[in-house]
């Protein structure tokens, strides 16, 4: 019976494949589906305009974001927000530096301009007296591209 060898070089083959899978691992976004699921279960989900845009100052690798938009449609809402009415939105934002250096997460959303147009799938924050995202990187939705 011949006896099996561990080496150094073993040894650190399968710690690299072990860091390797754990890294994929930890990359990896939510379950398939859990994305639409999060929008379909949004408490709001309305047609907006971006009308004004707040990041902290010093922005440094992941941070808060506040949209002020009016809302041009609603299509659903649990709390009454109707059309004209203007709200704010609290999401975040992570830069591609934090990114590169290995954020972990769910998909991050976009750093919207003033005058950006879409479709947001937002929850109520009662505490905040803001619109949180439903679907962290899948929240909104451009005019024209998701949209049908």
Request: hydrophobic letters at 35%; charged letters at 25%.
């Given at each position: 019976?011949?006896?099996?060898?561990?080496?150094?070089?073993?040894?650190?083959?399968?710690?690299?494949?072990?860091?390797?899978?754990?890294?994929?691992?930890?990359?990896?976004?939510?379950?398939?589906?859990?994305?639409?699921?999060?929008?379909?279960?949004?408490?709001?989900?309305?047609?907006?305009?971006?009308?004004?845009?707040?990041?902290?100052?010093?922005?440094?690798?992941?941070?808060?974001?506040f949209?002020?938009?009016?809302?041009?449609?609603?299509?659903?809402?649990?709390?009454?927000?109707?059309?004209?009415?203007?709200?704010?939105?609290?999401?975040?934002?992570?830069?591609?530096?934090?990114r590169?250096?290995?954020?972990?997460?769910?998909?991050?959303?976009?750093?919207?301009?003033?005058?950006?147009?879409?479709?947001?799938?937002?929850?109520?924050?009662?505490?905040?007296?803001?619109?949180?995202?439903?679907?962290?990187?899948?929240?909104?939705?451009?005019?024209g591209?998701?949209?049908?």
């Amino acid at each position: 019976m011949k006896k099996s060898r561990v080496t150094n070089g073993s040894i650190l083959l399968t710690a690299t494949v072990g860091l390797c899978a754990a890294l994929v691992t930890a990359r990896a976004e939510l379950p398939p589906g859990a994305y639409e699921e999060l929008k379909k279960n949004a408490s709001e989900v309305m047609t907006v305009k971006i009308l004004k845009v707040k990041t902290p100052e010093g922005k440094k690798g992941h941070f808060h974001v506040f949209f002020t938009a009016q809302v041009l449609e609603v299509t659903r809402s649990k709390s009454g927000v109707e059309k004209g009415q203007t709200l704010r939105i609290a999401s975040y934002h992570v830069t591609e530096k934090a990114r590169k250096e290995g954020f972990v997460g769910p998909r991050i959303p976009a750093l919207l301009p003033v005058g950006w147009e879409g479709k947001v799938y937002l929850n109520k924050n009662q505490d905040k007296k803001v619109y949180d995202i439903a679907a962290y990187g899948e929240s909104f939705e451009e005019i024209g591209k998701d949209m049908p």
